[in-house]
């Protein structure tokens, strides 16, 4: 491709894809349950502790666990069949 050995061409280019696999991953987490999207968001996004979501949202730890494990879950699946 003609834009693979333009540096500025190529930095363009991968600015915009990672900026189109962003706007999938935000429009998935529209997918996730309430309870899931606030533990994933709080996590992945924000990169607070488990120990902090905890604390936030005072829940216990295995039901954080849980909720961000359902959610990666989902989102993988979805990801998978719709954002490659």
């Known amino acids: 491709m003609r834009w693979e050995s333009d540096p500025e061409k190529r930095y363009f280019y991968e600015e915009l894809l990672r900026e189109i696999n962003r706007e999938c991953y935000h429009f998935m987490t529209f997918r996730l349950t309430d309870d899931q999207r606030v533990v994933y968001i709080l996590w992945v996004v924000l990169n607070f502790s488990l ?11 295995s039901t954080v666990k849980a909720r961000l494990q359902r959610a990666k879950s989902n989102l993988r699946s979805y990801f998978r069949s719709r954002c490659q």
Not at 51 to 61: L, S
Request: hydrophobic share 55%.
């Open 51 to 61: 120990d902090d979501i905890i604390a936030i949202i005072q829940i216990d730890n």
